[in-house]
């Protein structure tokens, strides 16, 4: 191992410590080539499971940006270093071999990393990715590692009867809940997911191409004492938030005296009407003195800053972000003053690869923004728990700042129960990467859409 590494030529180039952004992925060393990327990582001692873990996580990460990557780890102690073979399993190597990759590869210069790794590209979806999410090509970050090693073993012992898993949208909630459950199926456990809402393209294939066991809250509740007379080990409700609080106070009060274990994912802000129960399952699990432990998912990782600075700001002109460094590229918006003329900007984004997501209509009534709406596939009830890369919405003329600063909308005549402010919330917290703001006879929002751009960018796009 002794060799005079100062005399090689080809040792710049090499990034130090970095992470991804908003995943907690970082790397000791980092270097772009153009013919594959180099990673190296040093550690003073460590375990063989633990380096190929790593290894193998820091290779999936890379091979996501890249088509041949080679990743090596030096132990200090042991002076040993170690790769992964063809076959991605962990091998002992030598220096000679590290030495050649550090000599072969053709560097690249001046890379934007931020902007190369881009959290979209790991962050999977089991209702937009199910294929991925089926074959475990995901890995979760340390916060939700850690969520899901504590849930399972107070389940597993039986120190809680409930786990609730509370977070904002992008915090990865449905992605940890799903987990659990995937987890508890590998080991043979009888496993059983609730939506509250409306069941995805992506429930549909988990239900009937991979065999889970998925409800609708409505199928659920017609059915539940039937449905729990089979061994069911564990019962995952997803947007449990939105339960209404009469069929959670049965659901609860019934789960209490089963053997099942039960997971509500929740976030108390996304709902739709005063019926839905919003956060109050705390409340109900508290008086009834049910054994219970909530888990706060706090970090964003599917929703980048920009768009989670915007939406922020959006419904709360007090909430000011004062990065300095964030620019709004990926926010554009657009003023209509005839309806005709929306439709037709919304077909045009649609065509364009947009996804258009639309306020719940009446069965009963025709209302105004039908006229430019309707016809769209998706609607706030159809994509709950769903996300897409590129998000349009219709901001119109029912919308209003409060004396407080916050957004809120009146409710159009003959509309149903659903506010449109939580409605346009959900939507807007659908999108990964852009939002297209369609405003609609609002002078007064397109003021505060082009103030938030502004503040930060320079001019609104129009």
Request: charged fraction near 25%.
């Amino acid at each position: 191992m002794h060799y005079n590494l100062e005399s090689l030529p080809k040792l710049d180039g090499f990034y130090v410590g970095y992470k991804i952004p908003q995943i907690s992925k970082e790397f000791d060393l980092l270097r772009l080539g153009h013919n594959f990327f180099l990673n190296i990582e040093v550690k003073h001692t460590s375990t063989f499971d633990k380096i190929e873990k790593q290894l193998k996580e820091n290779s999936y990460y890379l091979k996501a940006v890249s088509s041949e990557v080679h990743v090596f780890t030096f132990v200090v102690d042991t002076q040993k270093i170690y790769t992964l073979d063809n076959n991605g399993n962990l091998v002992e190597t030598n220096l000679q071999e590290l030495i050649y990759y550090i000599q072969e590869q053709d560097v690249k210069k001046e890379v934007d990393l931020d902007t190369l790794f881009a959290p979209k590209q790991y962050l999977v979806s089991p209702l937009n990715s199910t294929e991925k999410f089926i074959n475990g090509n995901y890995f979760l970050t340390n916060a939700q590692r850690e969520v899901k090693k504590d849930v399972i073993s107070l389940l597993n012992t039986g120190e809680i009867k409930f786990a609730l898993i509370k977070g904002k949208p992008g915090t990865g909630k449905t992605l940890l809940t799903y987990d659990i459950a995937h987890e508890y199926m590998n080991h043979g456990q009888n496993v059983i997911i609730v939506h509250n809402g409306i069941l995805s393209d992506g429930h549909w294939r988990l239900r009937n191409e991979y065999g889970w066991i998925v409800y609708s809250i409505k199928e659920f509740y017609d059915n539940y004492i039937n449905i729990m007379q089979n061994k069911i080990d564990l019962i995952v409700f997803d947007e449990a938030q939105r339960t209404y609080i009469s069929q959670l106070e049965k659901i609860l009060g019934f789960l209490y005296t089963q053997p099942t274990k039960c997971i509500l994912s929740f976030d108390p802000e996304q709902f739709f009407s005063a019926s839905e129960n919003k956060g109050v399952l705390v409340d109900l699990l508290q008086s009834n003195g049910f054994p219970y432990k909530e888990f706060q998912l706090s970090d964003k990782i599917r929703t980048n800053k920009e768009l989670s600075a915007f939406v922020l700001n959006l419904f709360d002109r007090s909430k000011i972000n004062t990065n300095p460094n964030l620019r709004f590229n990926n926010i554009y918006i657009q003023y209509f003053t005839e309806a005709e003329d929306v439709r037709m900007y919304l077909i045009n984004l649609q065509r364009e690869g947009w996804q258009v997501l639309t306020y719940t209509s009446s069965t009963y009534n025709p209302l105004p923004y039908d006229t430019y709406e309707s016809g769209f596939r998706f609607n706030a009830h159809k994509v709950i728990g769903q996300e897409f890369d590129k998000v349009a919405v219709v901001i119109n003329e029912y919308f209003f700042y409060n004396d407080d600063g916050k957004l809120l909308a009146y409710k159009p005549y003959g509309a149903p129960s659903y506010r449109l402010d939580k409605m346009l919330y959900q939507n807007l917290t659908r999108a990964r990467e852009a939002l297209n703001i369609v405003i609609y006879r609002n002078p007064a929002l397109l003021e505060a859409c082009s103030k938030i751009i502004n503040r930060y960018y320079g001019s609104s796009k129009k």
